[in-house]
């Protein structure tokens, strides 16, 4: 039950109660823009909870896909979607015109950034500009791009306003940011909470009232730019804590200290701790990508975030800091790293999963290939891999291949590995992620 707020009174609430009305008995329609890895699930949810879902994308394949009931996210069983799609419940198109059709949408766009590491928000501003036209009067929009705070009131708004509509009495506004795990096997978009930020209180109650119809439990904060920092602060978290592990780790190697074993000796400590590892670099779709947004925003205000800064800059110079550790373990044998050949295990941005987004493998292979090492990569869930337009041979793991190579890299630690056969048969092994932690070998070189 979605208690009215008493505060709606006033004519132009006519439209916040209309609507709220429609939240409350499921009769509302509502859409999603962009059926990526967030949009999707998302959709997915709405519709399972009852409503008539509309799903917008600028790609027709997705779009086909969708209406033909398969599923290309794998959080999204076919199943389900199936489902969904000949019960009518959800539907996908690229005709923007149907945003006439939807009572409240969610804007699920890509925000990366520019080759000068700068916040490119034209993805979400298309979305914006293809939605505004539209939209009906009374219409619910939440956007659920990561982004920097202040996008929504500054970038979006003005856009979706452009046609007459005013934010806060003919059309409300939101922002709610996506935590979406890829493959998190615990945590998935229905029983994630879900924080919210409207651009007034009505535009909050009214983002609330819908995501609570769909998702376990919904967070209200006071404005679109707490709910746009609480996202960066989640991440900018973890991408700080890892380049300090990552500082540690290079002054531990030079002291002869295992920063590893101490990171588990640390992690015993019940409370006060979390731990987080050193690696070869930072991979992925948020991670690399969320701080530098911030960082933009902060020097409008004269404020250097100089934590994201110096966090981006060890954790960029990782790939060059394994290069480096991998001529120091093949010097060990009298090798030089031109002419060796070197395979690298593990190619994905993380462990178990398929993603190459910003991956460390790709800096690494780029430094190696420079170097004039012979590369191959073994990844069971990267069938293939190229750099700069070079496509690295792919290599099954048997006594022969690691026994011929100079040296295994270990860059992401699948754990469908056997890694105790791996140091058996290999003549050198540099380990950047104490994946061999269980083998003893004294051919396992530890970052
Ligand atoms: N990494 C380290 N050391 C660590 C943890 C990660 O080097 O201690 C590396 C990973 O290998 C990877 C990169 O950092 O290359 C990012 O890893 P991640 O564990 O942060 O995973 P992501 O990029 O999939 O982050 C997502 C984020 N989810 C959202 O933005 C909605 C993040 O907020 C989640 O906390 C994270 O998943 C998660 O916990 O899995």
Known sequence: ?????????????????????????????????????VGLPLATEMGKSGFSVVGFDITPGKVDSVNAGKSYIPDVPTSELASLVSKGLLQ??????????????????????????????????????????????????????????????????????????????????????????PGNPVYQTKNTPKVVGGVTPECTRLAVAM?????????????????????????IFRSVNIALMNELLMMSDRMGINLWEVIDAA?????????????????????????????WKAKQYDF????????????????????????DALNGQRKALAGSKVIILGVAYKADIDDMRESPAIKVAELLLAKGAEVSYHDSYVPQFSVKGAGIPHVDITAETIGAADVVLLITDHTDVDYAFVADHSQLVLDTRNAFKDVASDKVVRL
């Not at 298309?126 to 009906?136: D, E, G, H, T």
């Not at 119809?213 to 730019?225: A, E, G, K, L, N």
Request: charged share 20%.
């Open 1 to 37: 039950m979605i208690a009215a707020h008493p505060g709606l009174k006033r004519k132009d609430d006519r439209e916040a109660m209309g609507l709220l009305e429609k939240l409350e008995d499921g009769s509302a329609v509502l859409g999603v823009v962009g059926l990526g890895y």
């Open 92 to 181: 996908a198109t690229t005709d923007f015109s149907r945003i006439g059709e939807v009572d409240a949408v969610a804007i699920c766009v890509p925000t990366p950034l520019d080759e000068m590491k700068e916040p490119d928000t034209s993805f979400m501003e298309n979305a914006a500009r293809s939605v505004a036209p539209y939209l009906r009067p009374g219409a619910l929009v939440t956007l659920e791009s990561t982004t920097y705070p202040g996008t929504t009131e500054e970038v979006i708004a003005p856009i979706l306003e452009a046609h007459g509509l005013v934010v806060g009495k003919t059309l409300f506004l939101a922002f709610s940011p996506e935590r979406v795990d």
């Open 211 to 235: 995501y609570s119809r769909f998702i376990d439990t919904v967070v209200p904060v006071s404005t679109t730019r707490a709910a746009e920092m609480t996202k960066l602060l989640e991440n």
């Open 267 to 295: 992690k015993t400590k019940p409370f006060g701790f979390m731990p987080f590892y050193p690696g070869p670099g930072l991979g992925g779709h948020c991670i690399p990508i969320d701080p530098f947004y911030l960082s």
């Open 304 to 327: 250097h975030t100089e934590f994201i800064e110096l966090s981006g800059k060890i954790n960029e110079n990782m790939p060059y800091y394994v290069v480096t550790r991998l001529m």
